[in-house]
Structure formats: C-alpha cells, structure tokens
C-alpha cells in the first residue's frame, strides 16, 4: 500500500484548460511538498505547505494542504505547455517519500 | 551554482558487468540521496547521507549495490553484478539539512542505466 496516493495517474488536456490533481493519504503529515519533474531532468521543487487549509499560489498554481493535513491538491489554471511533466508529492517520514506522480501533457 | 552534478548522464552495459554512477553535491550541502526511478515503482529511496555517513540504507535492493562518499564533494553508487532488472533512471539529490521540518532536495538531472 502507498503512503501517498495520487490521481489521476495520467492527464491529457488543451492548452488554456483548468485541472486539478490530487495526493491523499490516511496519514497526517507535519508537511507536504510538490515537486515538477520535466521530461529528462530531475524532479524541482515547486512548493512546502506545512498548515492544515493553507493555500499557496505560484503563478498559475494553486496548492493547498486538507484542513485535517492528510492531503492535498495542486490546481491550474489556464494551463500551458510548459505545464508537461510529472507532478509528485512527499512527505517526510525520516526520509522523503514520494507518491507515484501525476503525468500531465498539455497540447498546444 | 552547478547544482547536482551527475555522470554518465547514460550508461549501457551488458548483465554481469559492473556500473559505477558517480554525483558531486552542492557545496555546502551536508546531506546526499540516492534514488531510483521506474515506471513501476516511481522514485525509491536507496540510501542517504549526512555529513558523509550514511544514514538510512534500508532502500538498497540487495548486496549488489553499494554506495561510498568519502567526501563532502563526491558519492558513488555501484552495482555489481549487474542485471537487467537494474535498468532505471538513477538519481542523485543534495540538501543543506538544520533540523527544520522540512527541506529542498535539490536534484541532479540522472543517470539513465541499461543492463542488456
């Protein structure tokens, strides 16, 4: 069983379109972060949200941690191409763990 | 800054042959990862490091990987023998760790590794 669950695992969309991905887990987490993984790099962090309900905006990025800290979401608006990529979340349990990642392409 | 320096960025190589994949932090981190990436397992913990001493190498598949750091500046990972289940992306991340509840890995671009 994963610590982390994410969904979906694969997302296709037009350019200019919203989505929202999502990371859960029956845990509570002191913290969470998302990171951005483009194709033949290294995964980038994008964001630490550590309060329960907090809201973080990144540009067209909106994440925000449950209210309860067991989950979390990563919404965009108007995405672009330069959205593409794999979009992981973790936690620290000791170490990092991370969810298997939401795979999203965005078309032009 | 260089970031996370990696090499070989690719490695091919033939079952039974050993692969050393090699990662030069950050200056000034003091602590190293080493993670593997599959389609089927995602990105895995294989061992961490702090200050040059490993720390938590429970990630490690089996006796035929091992890692060194011997200093602040340069880590290996090695696989011998090799066999296609080791074809992987592998990756090398360093982080300046206080204490803090939570910290920025910073990663390096990977090592793509196929074992034929």
């Known amino acids: 069983t994963q610590l982390l669950e994410q969904s979906p695992q694969f997302l296709s969309i037009q350019e200019g379109e919203n989505l929202t991905v999502y990371c859960n887990s029956s845990?509570?987490?002191?913290?969470l972060q998302w990171y951005r993984q483009e194709p033949g790099e290294g995964p980038v962090l994008l964001v630490t949200?550590?309060?329960?309900?907090e809201v973080k905006k990144l540009k067209r990025l909106t994440f925000q941690f449950g209210d309860a800290r067991k989950d979390s979401s990563l919404h965009i608006t108007a995405a672009q191409t330069g959205d593409t990529g794999l979009y992981l979340c973790?936690?620290?349990?000791?170490?990092?763990?991370f969810g298997q990642g939401t795979e999203l392409s965005v078309k032009p | 800054d260089a970031g996370v320096i990696q090499s070989p960025r690719h490695e091919v190589t033939e079952m039974g042959q050993e692969v050393t994949l090699r990662c030069k932090p950050i200056?000034?981190?003091?602590?190293l990862f080493w993670y593997r990436q599959t389609m089927m397992r995602g990105l895995e913990l294989l061992i961490y490091?702090?200050?040059?001493?490993?720390?938590?190498d429970s990630g490690m598949p089996e006796d035929r990987f091992s890692a060194k750091m011997p200093n602040a500046s340069f880590s290996t990972l090695k696989i011998q023998p090799s066999e296609p289940r080791d074809s992987a992306v592998y990756f090398c991340?360093?982080?300046?760790?206080?204490?803090?509840?939570?910290?920025?890995?910073?990663f390096g671009p990977g090592t793509r590794l196929t074992v034929t």
């Open positions: 200056s000034g981190h003091n602590s």
């Open positions: 949200v550590v309060t329960g309900g």
């Open positions: 490091f702090n200050n040059n001493v490993p720390i938590d």
């Open positions: 845990s509570v987490f002191s913290s």
């Open positions: 973790a936690v620290r349990r000791g170490k990092l763990i």
């Open positions: 991340a360093s982080s300046f760790i206080t204490g803090a509840p939570s910290y920025e890995q910073y």
